[in-house]
Nanobody, 133 residues
C-alpha cells in the first residue's frame, strides 16, 4: 500500500520560507514521479511542482518558478518542496501525490497525467500553508 505523509506547513509572513516534506512508504522512488499540488478554498486543485525518478527531470508551474525548488532524498524515500519568497496567493493546502509511470516520463508529463486523472495516483492528507500579508 502506497502511503504519503506531508509535513512542514505552517504560518509564515510574506517573503518568508517553508520546506514541505513528503515521506513515502510502500514503494521506492525509482519508478515514480512525485508531484506537489495545492488547493485554496473555492479553487480547483492545481499542480505546483513535480520530480520524476525516471529521468530526473523537474517541473514547476509558472507562478512558482524561481521561488520553489523540488528535490528528493531517495534513500529516505522523501521529496521536499523548498518554498521561498512566499506570497499570500501561495496560501493553500499542499498535497503530494505519487504516480507510477509505465516507462520513462518527464516531470511535466507526469504532472499533466496526475492533473487529468487524479484517481490513478496516491495522495497524502495535505499540509496547510498560510502566508500572511
Amino acid at each position: 500500500e502506497v502511503q504519503l505523509v506531508e509535513s512542514g506547513g505552517g504560518l509564515v509572513q510574506a517573503g518568508g520560507s517553508l520546506r514541505l516534506s513528503c515521506a513515502a512508504s510502500g514503494f521506492t522512488f525509482d519508478d515514480y514521479a512525485i508531484g506537489w499540488f495545492r488547493q485554496a478554498p473555492g479553487k480547483e486543485r492545481e499542480g505546483v511542482s513535480c520530480i520524476s525518478s525516471t529521468d530526473s527531470s523537474t517541473y514547476y508551474t509558472d507562478s512558482v518558478k524561481g521561488r520553489f525548488t523540488i528535490s528528493s532524498d531517495n534513500a529516505k524515500n522523501t521529496v521536499y518542496l523548498q518554498m521561498s519568497s512566499l506570497k499570500p496567493e501561495d496560501t493553500a493546502v499542499y498535497y503530494c501525490a505519487a504516480y507510477e509511470s509505465i516507462g520513462a516520463i518527464t516531470a511535466a508529463q507526469a504532472m499533466g497525467v496526475m492533473s487529468l486523472i487524479k484517481t490513478i495516483v496516491s495522495w497524502g492528507q495535505g499540509t496547510q500553508v498560510t502566508v500572511s500579508s
